[in-house]
């Protein structure tokens, strides 16, 4: 078993930065990929980032350029840098472990589909305009 537990959530107005962070614990050899998820109330949930050991990264294309996600392997943590914040981010962030990968390029990466067989309860992101 993976034990995930999210941190850092907030509220914070518009353009303003939050840093989530996801500490794992267990069977740590499973968090190979990490990831975070959204899901704001009403609208399904969402892949974010996702990031594996070696440090190769995925974005969905609504946060290139505004956030980064960074893990600390020695501290089996990931992290989620998020700048410029819109209303629209909106939602609560979950992070995930497990997943799996695609090729691409030469590389594996891992996928921000809902392909993760560990999850985090979440920490909620509220953007104000």
């Known amino acids: 078993q993976v034990r995930l537990v999210e941190s850092g959530g907030g509220s914070v107005q518009s353009g303003g930065s939050l840093r989530l962070s996801c500490a794992a614990s267990?069977?740590?050899?499973?968090?190979?990929?990490m990831a975070w998820f959204r899901q704001a109330p009403g609208k399904e949930r969402e892949g974010v980032a996702a990031?594996?050991?070696?440090?190769?990264?995925t974005y969905a294309d609504f946060v290139k350029g505004r956030f980064t996600i960074s893990q600390d392997n020695a501290k089996n943590t990931s992290y989620l840098q998020m700048n410029s914040l819109k209303p629209e981010d909106t939602a609560m962030y979950s992070c995930?472990?497990?997943?799996?990968?695609?090729?691409?390029?030469?590389?594996?990466?891992?996928?921000?589909?809902?392909?993760?067989?560990?999850w985090g309860q979440g920490t909620q992101v509220t953007v104000s305009s």
């Open positions: 995930a472990a497990d997943g799996t990968r695609y090729y691409k390029g030469g590389y594996w990466y891992c996928v921000i589909e809902d392909e993760y067989n560990y």
């Open positions: 267990g069977y740590t050899y499973k968090t190979y990929c």
């Open positions: 990031i594996d050991s070696d440090g190769r990264t």
